[in-house]
């Protein structure tokens, strides 16, 4: 894969796919700048050797058309207080406008273009879209994780037309969570939670086959007790995920010449009659959960078991909250593994999303080895798939 060490950006327009999906108020105050700084190592490091930096970011689902409450202006200036430099906000995504923009652009310079999926054509990977963002840059470089695993425009089509490489935070991103398969110090326990089996079921068989041990919390925890024999009550649970649990628990801990993860599921549970602050809820000694209730978090002698687990593993992978942890009276066991997490000595390596949102809840996103930025991204590449976003990058070749 080549990076910024390969490109020579002095005096050149940089197109730069950033990740500048961050959330906002209903007035359009950033809510979490996370995503913001974590593209700020590349995009200085550019303006250090000569680059002109143009960044291309998509923000949130405007399906092709043009949404002026998904418009870039927040981000861009957040971006020039975080950077002190002159951030001009591209009225347009592609065209004159912009490309006038681009080409007189000074040295202390950085242009946003306007959100690229107000474009139909991005999440298409529409060529003409691609040529189009291509003769406002040099060169490209792709620094949003995030989105590595999408075939769009303007994380694909447009790295097969200029010199491309990938920024520091991709490159950071694909290195770490290539070691935590292929390198792992002993043990390597992953910690999977969230909703759905089906969702995670790929980077479940990939930890199956390397890891040590996995601990399965969260709502798809229901999936494998119900596979396993129990009653669940309200819990939420499908068919579907049954069927995969069923077949992980057959599997587990039998080596048959290969390596296969033990696989823990909750002893005890947090339960409620409902999902709601105030509903009766209490802790469960077992897993037989009644009629009428639905299991909302794993219980604090799960709790305990699995932190021990983490704290003697060599690496630590966790993706998925245990528990609906918006809610207060269910937060205790992702905090728990939070915790434990933050606290392990190994290598920790956290997957985005719910994970991470659950980590700045409670004030440890700076406590654990590595924060990843992408969700669907970081669980495709752990599972083995060629990520497009990294492929192009791998097949680039100076123009």
Known sequence: MRTLDDLDVAGKRVLVRVDFNVPLTEDGQIEDDGRIRAALPTIEELRQHGGKPVLV????????????????????????????????????????????????????????LENVRFEPGETENDPALAEALAELGDVYVNDAFGVAHRTHASTYGVAN??????????????????????????????????????????????????????????????????AAGHEIGDSLCEDEDVEHASRLLAGAGKSNGHRSARLELPSDLVIAEQLSADAPHRVLDGVEVPAGWMGLDIGPA?????????????TVFWNGPMGAFEIEPFQAGTRAVAQAVADAPGLTVVGGGDSGAALRMFGLEHAVGYLSTGGGAALELLEGKTLPGVHALDCAHVR
């Not at 020039?80 to 592609?94: C, D, H, I, K, R």
């Not at 709790?303 to 003697?312: H, L, M």
């Open 302 to 314: 799960t709790s305990a078991r699995y932190a021990e687990v983490i704290a003697g593993a060599g």
């Open 57 to 112: 970011s998509h923000l949130g689902r405007p399906h092709g058309r043009r949404v002026p409450g998904l418009s870039l202006a927040p981000a861009a200036a957040r971006l020039a207080e975080l950077t002190g430099a002159t951030v001009t906000v591209a009225p347009e995504v592609v065209g004159e406008q912009a490309l006038k923009l681009t080409e007189a652009m000074g040295d202390d310079e950085i242009v946003v």
């Open 161 to 226: 037309l200029l010199p491309s490489a990938a920024g520091r935070l991709l490159e950071q991103e694909v290195r770490t969570l290539t070691e935590v398969v292929a390198h792992p110090d002993r043990p390597l326990v992953a910690v999977i939670g969230g909703a759905k089996v089906a969702d995670k079921i790929g980077v479940l068989d990939r930890f199956a086959e390397i890891a040590d041990v996995i601990l399965i919390g969260g709502a798809m925890c229901f999936s494998f007790l119900a």
